[in-house]
Every structure is written in structure tokens, then in C-alpha cells.
């Protein structure tokens, strides 16, 4: 019998699997290849990467022509990384006994010298399941939300914070007002000369968000509560309110005045992290990581004046989720998450914002507190020196706004062309496809 060790492996999955097996084996059994470390019977070990791979990998092909894939070795080196050649021959020699059994049944191996081994690519991924029931459930069932909708989004939605993309970013993370490239722009139509001057001459109210009773709903945002819709540049400011040629515009640039945390969605067209096949996550985050990729289109998609109320319900549920509930239970980061980055469904290319509740506020605009000296002194008498100030009181002094209109950037444009793209469809396919 062979005995391994975790040193035998440089993979740092399979070896922190074979740190947590070990003290559950006899100690005075050493290693075969590291003698002075204590080994892991060979089933042990075999049985772990065996089922790794057989549940990762398959045959290239039975197609003699078709010359792809990893042969055995070099699968077996790229996955385990093992310390040296001898390793490597005796983790093969265990896998091709390991199967002895299935053979006698008339089986043929499956690790079988000739044949090469590819990557099985998954297209199932429970998460979009779970996803249409959340969406039926929400809007034919329980309008408010129920513990089994909190869930099935705790499901989809949570542990987003550990997410890196194959560079190492992650899609939560914090700005703060020096960074370069977070100048964001919102823009009204404004179709009459009156209505043109009263955007200039209140920028930040006519501009932000309006008031409480007039808020209405969008993809992110419930009616009544507060959403900034923003884009990091003037073009796509302008396209998403989608203007007809020949109607008027009034835009306006915004800054940060304190750090917000982002989930930005477009990191979702990254690859994600490459995660070993012993990674106890790595099915998890891979399926989460393609499920964000196809949410985003879900909350880019324009809203159509045919559209029904009910149809912004889930996503409005999920910003809601995201906003109030992910960030408190997410260890570690403290702070919610203020806001969505998304890519522009009208501009390719483009990127939005949606920024919630006192993000979503700006500094002079429909929501300032009414008397802002009073708020300031007020901060100053109960602060006690380190930055604390008491909640309940935090709560009387109102939110904290996170944006302040830009001093110059208002401008007037008035729209004289359309960019437009499209795709041309055989209405023979279109149709195949509505059958499917
Ligand atoms: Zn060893």
C-alpha cells in the first residue's frame, strides 16, 4: 500500500483536504515519498481525485482525428501538481487500480491511456431555477416579501463578496470620492424653453431625485423610494432616456462627497477566478458567477411603455435585498452596499449607476434637511471626538447625502441624431426559435 501526504501535492485545495483527513489516520504510518511526514492511505487520497476529476472531466472524443485534451499524466499534472515524477506515476497506477472492479463487469476504463481528457462544460445551473420561482413567487403569490423569496435570494445573492474575477477584482468594493472616473451624469428631458431654465436655475433638485411622493418606480427601485439613475458619461446619460430627435435635454455632472460601496455587475463579463476542482466553492461561485452575467441582463433590458408594473417587482425586490440585507450579513465588509454599476443596454459600452436610499440623496437637493446649520451644530455638540455619533441621534439629524451637483456642469443639448445598431433576423428562425 502507498502512502501520500499533503506535501506530495502543490495544490493548495487538495492539500488543505488531505491536512483536514490526516489526523484520523494511525500516526507512525509515514509517508512513501516524504519520510518524516505522516502519510494517507492511498484509498483515501485516490478516492478524492478520483471524483474530482471524474466529475470535471471526460474523454476528448472518440473521434481518432480529433486531437485535443490532456493525456492521463499530463491531466493528472495539472491538477494535482504533484512534487515529482514518482508521484505523479503513482497517483496514475493507483487510478487505473482503482478501477479494476469495473472492468471484470465487462467496463472498459476510463483511464484509458489513449484517450485524452477534456473539461465537461456544464450548462445546468440550479441558481436560474430558483431565480423563475423567486420571480413567479413574487409577483403571482406573495407580493410582500416572504421568508421562502428572502431564501431562495439569500441562495442566489449571497457570499457575492467573495466573487474575484480571473485578475483578482472583486465586484463589491469601495470608492471613495478622490477616485478618478467616478464623475456620474444624469440627464432630463426637457422639452419647453420654461422647463429648460427652472432645470438650470435648480440643478440639483430638478436633476436628483424627486421628492418622496413623486418617485416613481423603475427596474431597481420601488415607487417611493429613493434611486439615483446615473451614467459615468454624458452619451449615455442621453441614451437612456431614450430623447426622439429633436427634443431637449438638460444634464448634469455629480460627484462623490464620501466613500460608497458598489456592486458593480459588469465585472460579471470577466472570467471568473480560476478555482482549483478541489475547491469545495468552486462549483458554487462558477454557478453563481454565470448566473450574474445573465442578471445583468435582466436589469439592463430598457423599460418599454407597453410594460406592466408587475414586471420590475423581482429586480425591485433584489436591489431591495441586496441593498438592506446582503451587506449586513456579508463579514467583514461593515458597510452596505450603496449601489449597482451595470452596463448600458442603449449605449455599448456604457455604464450606469443606480445608487439607493441615502445614496441616492444630494447634497442641496429635494431632500436636504431644512435647516443645515442646525444640523451641523448639532453633529458637533454630541460628537465625542471620535467620529461617533449617537444613533438615535444620527437618525434625527436625516440621511447623509453622497452626491453634490458639479458647480458649472449644468448644459442644455438638444438632440439631433440617433445612433442606431440592430441585428437582422430570418423571421423563419425567429419563429423556430418562439416554437422551442
Ligand atoms: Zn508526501
Redesign the pocket.
Known amino acids: 500500500m502507498t ?7 502543490g495544490d493548495k485545495s487538495l492539500r488543505s483536504l488531505l491536512i483536514k483527513a490526516r489526523p484520523s489516520y494511525p500516526d507512525g504510518v509515514k ?4 519520510p518524516s ?1 505522516k ?1 494517507i492511505p492511498d484509498a483515501v487520497v485516490i478516492d478524492r481525485i478520483d471524483g474530482a476529476i471524474r466529475s470535471n472531466y471526460g474523454w476528448a472524443d472518440s473521434n481518432p482525428y480529433v486531437n485535443e485534451g490532456a493525456t492521463l499524466p499530463e491531466l493528472i499534472e495539472g491538477l494535482v501538481q504533484p ?1 515529482s515524477e514518482d ?1 505523479l506515476q503513482a497517483v496514475k497506477a493507483e487510478l487505473e487500480n482503482s478501477e479494476d472492479y469495473d472492468m471484470r463487469k465487462g467496463g472498459e476504463p476510463f483511464y484509458d491511456d489513449n484517450q485524452t481528457f477534456v473539461k465537461y462544460e456544464t450548462t445546468y445551473n440550479p441558481l436560474h431555477e430558483m431565480w423563475d420561482r423567486f420571480k413567479y413567487d413574487i409577483v403571482h403569490q406573495q407580493r410582500f416579501f416572504s421568508q421562502r423569496g428572502q431564501g431562495w435570494l439569500r441562495e442566489i445573492f449571497s457570499d457575492l463578496e467573495h466573487q474575484k474575477d480571473s485578475s483578482g477584482q472583486s465586484p463589491i468594493y469601495t470608492v471613495s470620492p478622490s477616485e478618478k472616473g467616478w464623475t456620474m451624469y444624469r440627464a432630463r428631458r426637457r422639452d419647453t424653453e420654461a422647463e429648460r431654465a427652472k432645470a438650470c436655475a435648480a440643478p440639483a433638485a430638478e436633476l436628483g431625485p424627486p421628492p418622496e411622493r413623486l418617485r416613481r418606480a423603475g427596474r431597481l427601485n420601488a415607487p417611493g423610494v429613493a434611486c439615483f439613475y446615473g451614467a459615468f458619461d454624458i452619451e449615455t446619460c442621453l441614451a437612456e432616456i431614450r430623447p426622439p430627435v429633436g427634443s431637449w435635454a438638460v444634464t448634469a455632472a455629480f460627484d462623490l462627497l464620501r466613500p460608497i460601496t458598489v456592486l458593480d455587475m459588469t465585472r460579471f463579463t470577466n472570467e471568473v477566478a480560476n478555482r482549483s476542482i478541489f475547491s469545495p466553492v468552486r462549483q458554487k461561485r462558477l454557478d453563481q458567477w454565470r448566473f450574474m452575467q445573465v442578471f445583468q441582463e435582466e436589469i439592463t433590458r430598457p423599460i418599454l411603455p407597453d410594460d406592466e408594473v408587475l414586471d420590475y417587482v423581482p429586480t425591485q425586490a433584489v436591489s431591495e435585498f441586496i441593498h438592506v440585507a446582503l451587506a449586513a450579513e456579508a463579514k467583514g465588509t461593515g458597510s452596505r452596499i450603496d449601489g449597482i454599476v451595470y452596463g448600458s443596454a442603449q449605449r455599448p459600452g456604457g455604464r450606469n449607476i443606480a445608487l439607493f436610499g441615502e445614496a441616492a440623496l444630494i447634497d442641496g437637493g429635494t431632500d436636504e434637511p431644512e435647516d443645515k446649520l442646525s444640523r451641523a451644530a448639532l453633529s458637533g455638540l454630541w460628537d465625542d471626538g471620535a467620529g461617533y455619533v449617537r444613533p438615535s441621534l444620527q437618525n434625527m439629524l436625516g440621511p447623509d447625502p453622497a452626491l453634490k451637483l458639479r458647480e458649472g456642469s449644468v448644459a442644455v443639448h438638444r438632440i439631433t441624431g440617433i445612433d442606431v445598431r440592430w441585428m437582422t433576423e430570418d423571421p423563419d428562425n425567429e419563429l423556430q426559435s418562439l416554437d422551442f
Open positions: 502512502h501520500f501526504c499533503p506535501e506530495c501535492f509517508c512513501d515519498f516524504h511526514r502519510g512534487e508521484i
